[in-house]
């Protein structure tokens, strides 16, 4: 192997060469599309921080919806923004039958019968303080907090939710979800764990969307992840898979491609990447102000599936796959 019987470039000197010998490809079937729902009639609101993004109330999910299906998009990801009137200090909307979340499913499902329906279970939407779990004695208290976990996912369950994704980094969560679904006879709901979610700084446009970066007064160090670690990455994903996870995500993404590269290697799962609004943000405003181009975008998506992940959790989806994926 070496030159000039080597010569690399002779792989690259044209296009159908190039198409030949890549090996990492991406598809309308690696994206889940997050989707904003808030309460009320006829709201299509957009959300400052992510350009391009909106909050629809239920009567108006049919445009992203179709949209979405259009584009042969998997599932969805329902995120709710609630009135503060329903916060308390317990997130006890999060167990109401009728929240938003749960109309939403119902709705999507009316629109489309084949497209997968994933929301998460954390309480940060529904709290006054805008923490996803409940506070005693001035901690988010683990156990405490499972109890009204479990309640929400069987809410979101009987709503028809697919797959039931806990976010909220609570030790022990998935199992005892996975119990009460069996007990429930939801024997064929996913789980798919936060199981890798660190504290991190690229959530903040998130937060202005689900309206709690006004609430939360302090950060989430206590449950979430610290990213000086990688070792306990490995931990966390092993424990979720043996109390019944179906698969695991990584989440942020981008700054974290060799989580999923190990987490890939080790546990040979499905995988997904998050590619969280803070990424979504810098890359746009990074686009409009010409620091960068437009393609910059598919470089990042790819980088996910090259690291290891089945599919993206990506607010970029529906336009990859317009501009890129649609010949
Ligand atoms: C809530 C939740 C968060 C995200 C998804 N679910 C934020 C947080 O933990 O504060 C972030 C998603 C994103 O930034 O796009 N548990």
Same mark, same amino acid.
């Given at each position: ?25 991406? *598809?309308?079937? =690696? ?27 239920? *009567? ?7 949209? $979405? ?5 998997? !599932? ?17 909307? $999060? ?21 997968? @329906? ?9 709290? #006054?303080? &805008?923490? *996803? %779990? ?22 979101? $369950?009987? $709503? ?11 030790? %022990? ?21 936060? !199981? ?11 937060? *202005?969307? @689900? ?7 302090? =950060? ?12 306990? !990455?490995?931990?966390? @994903? ?39 609004? &803070? ?6 405003? &990074?686009?409009?102000? #010409? ?16 690291? &290891?992940?089945? !599919? ?16």
């Amino acid at each position: 192997m070496k030159f000039p019987s080597t010569r690399l470039r002779r792989n690259r000197k044209s296009e159908w060469s190039r198409r030949l010998i890549n090996d990492t490809y991406l *598809d309308k079937s =690696d994206f889940i599309l997050p989707v904003f729902v808030c309460e009320g009639k006829n709201k299509k609101q957009e959300i400052k921080s992510m350009p391009g993004i909106f909050r629809y109330s239920i *009567d108006r999910l049919d445009e992203i919806i179709s949209r $979405a299906s259009k584009n042969k998009i998997p !599932a969805v990801a329902i995120f709710p923004l609630i009135e503060n009137s329903k916060k308390n200090n317990k997130g006890t909307e $999060a167990i109401n039958k009728n929240n938003v979340v749960c109309n939403a499913i119902s709705q999507v499902k009316k629109l489309n019968k084949n497209i997968g @329906v994933m929301c998460d279970v954390a309480l940060d939407p529904y709290t #006054s303080h &805008g923490h *996803d %779990g409940l506070i005693i004695n001035n901690e988010i208290h683990n156990d405490e907090t499972n109890k009204i976990l479990i309640k929400q996912a069987l809410v979101q $369950a009987q $709503a028809g939710c697919d797959i039931i994704a806990p976010s909220d980094m609570m030790d %022990g969560r998935i199992g005892l979800i996975r119990n009460a679904l069996e007990k429930n006879k939801f024997f064929n709901i996913q789980i798919l764990s936060y !199981a890798v979610k660190y504290a991190s700084n690229f959530y903040s446009p998130f937060r *202005d969307a @689900v309206g709690t970066s006004s609430t939360l007064k302090s =950060d989430k160090k206590t449950y979430q992840m610290d990213y000086k670690n990688s070792d306990e !990455a490995l931990l966390e @994903v092993k424990l979720d898979l043996d109390e019944g996870a179906d698969f695991v995500m990584v989440k942020p993404a981008l700054a974290y491609l060799d989580i999923i590269y190990k987490i890939k290697q080790k546990f040979n799962v499905p995988v997904f990447a998050y590619n969280v609004s &803070g990424e979504y943000s810098l890359i746009k405003n &990074g686009i409009k102000s #010409s620091l960068a181009k437009e393609d910059i975008i598919l470089e990042v998506i790819y980088s996910f599936k090259r690291a &290891g992940a089945n !599919a993206i959790v990506s607010y970029f989806a529906n336009e990859v796959i317009e501009k890129y994926l649609s010949k």
